[in-house]
């Protein structure tokens, strides 16, 4: 079985700095790693996936993440944040071959002016 | 344009009755799931299944139920055996190959007991 621990129930930073969400992942098999974006009262978006390959990996908005296979780590980052990105951020694993995709409890992201 | 299509958005249930969640999905996916979103919980799952005809239960079945007649739909109903149903309700689907088995949400139904 898979689990993902979000450490940052919330991240509060100021407009334009860079930004880094954290997320941590348990599993005994390979995985594919994702990170969602929620704003209020909607559904949730994907911001990118790490499948195979480059461990950097790009996605919607300017953000980014890494997959550490070490650390078993796939942290989010953003280096100049904007207002538009207050929201939930979910970190998802699930093991390859079915399995069931599995969540964390999400990071809230407060961007200030 | 293909999506999933929740509804209703809001619903508001009284306490003994049961009610049913609509999810609907044009994507050609395989798989569906249901999931609960309360504060500071993240997403739970609920049921998913991954063929017409079949469902599994997830990690907080209780007190709901599904169905899987046909591939485009994954209704979930909230039976009166849930004792707090109060919730975000999202639905998902997937294809099951490796490497597009990333998940598409739905809007999501807020559900109220009243």
């Known amino acids: 079985a898979q689990s993902v621990t979000q450490l940052d129930s919330q991240v509060p930073v100021f407009e334009e700095a860079p930004v880094e969400l954290r997320c941590n992942y348990s599993?005994?098999?390979?995985?594919?790693l994702f990170w969602y974006v929620q704003y209020p009262n909607q559904g949730l978006q994907l911001l990118l996936k790490y499948l195979s390959g480059s461990t950097l990996v790009k996605g919607i908005n300017g953000f980014e993440a890494e997959f550490n296979k070490s650390q078993t780590s796939f942290h989010l980052r953003k280096p100049s944040v904007h207002i538009s990105d207050t929201a939930e951020y979910f970190c998802a694993v699930v093991g390859t071959g079915f399995q069931k995709l599995v969540f964390g409890t999400g990071t809230r992201l407060l961007v200030s002016p | 344009d293909g999506g999933i299509t929740q509804s209703p958005k809001y619903l508001f249930r009284k306490e003994g009755q049961n009610v049913t969640l609509s999810c609907e999905q044009n994507?050609?996916?395989?798989?569906m799931y249901w999931y609960r979103q309360d504060p500071g919980q993240g997403l739970r799952l609920i049921y998913y299944?991954?063929?017409?005809?079949?469902?599994q239960k997830g990690d907080i079945a209780e007190g709901y139920s599904v169905s899987r007649e046909k591939k485009e739909s994954f209704p979930l109903t909230v039976t009166s055996a849930q004792k707090n149903p109060t919730a975000f309700y999202l639905c998902a689907s997937s294809y099951l190959s490796p490497g597009q088995d990333e998940a598409f949400f739905g809007q999501g139904t807020r559900l109220t007991v009243v």
């Open positions: 994507l050609n996916h395989d798989a």
């Open positions: 299944s991954q063929i017409v005809n079949d469902f």
């Open positions: 599993s005994s098999v390979s995985v594919y």
